[in-house]
């Protein structure tokens, strides 16, 4: 089946909006170095900082990311929706509050180039914002494990895995020493599967 161009931007944009600006999951009682090189040293945040958080450990967001001041971040985001997969190159301009997508896959090479309001007053979906960093204070992400991860801005070899529930969803996150956002995300669902790793910052 193909994904119609209408549909795959509700999915990205529902995905944008939950992953990045809400997830507002409950607390239970009831988840680079400059330039978007990866790097082995520096401060650190969360679990791979102190190391006193242990597997079950719940943080909030400013204690998994790196408190740092950056102008731009780009995502690479591959989805797959009912087999049809599409690849999206997401880049966020903190300074312009403005965002530039690029599309391979599933017919949609015609929309490479889109340009939009990222901020939350111009965002698509009403009262949310692109910007990966901005998270709901109130969200806990559940420490699961120190692993290496590669993606396109390098590879971490000690970054930190958190796990994020909310309505029977589960999205997991990965964090590394250095760098100011989430270096990898990853969200499988009943109807398909959603990877997004960074490709750089600055």
Request: glycine share 12%; charged share 15%.
């Amino acid at each position: 089946m193909k994904v119609s161009q209408i549909g795959i931007i509700t999915v990205l944009l529902v995905v944008i909006a939950v992953a990045f600006a809400g997830c507002t999951g409950s607390s239970p009682a009831a988840e680079p170095a400059a330039s978007g090189s990866a790097s082995s040293g520096g401060a650190q945040s969360g679990a791979a900082a102190s190391g006193a958080a242990s597997s079950g450990s719940f943080l909030g967001i400013d204690k998994i990311l790196e408190q740092k001041p950056y102008d731009w971040v780009e995502y690479k985001m591959i989805t797959d929706v009912d087999g049809d997969q599409m690849t999206i190159y997401y880049k966020h301009n903190m300074k312009t509050g403005t965002c530039s997508m690029r599309f391979e896959g599933a017919g949609m090479e015609g929309m490479s180039g889109m340009t939009m309001d990222c901020s939350s007053s111009g965002s698509a979906v009403e009262g949310s914002s692109t910007n990966p960093n901005e998270v709901d204070p109130d969200v806990q992400f559940k420490f699961v494990t120190i692993e290496p991860v590669s993606v396109g801005a390098g590879t971490y070899p000690t970054a930190s895995k958190y796990a994020v529930t909310s309505q029977g969803e589960t999205l997991y996150y990965w964090t590394a020493p250095g760098v100011p956002t989430f270096v990898k995300w990853q969200y499988n669902g009943p109807d398909g599967a959603v990877i997004t790793e960074l490709n750089g910052w600055g």
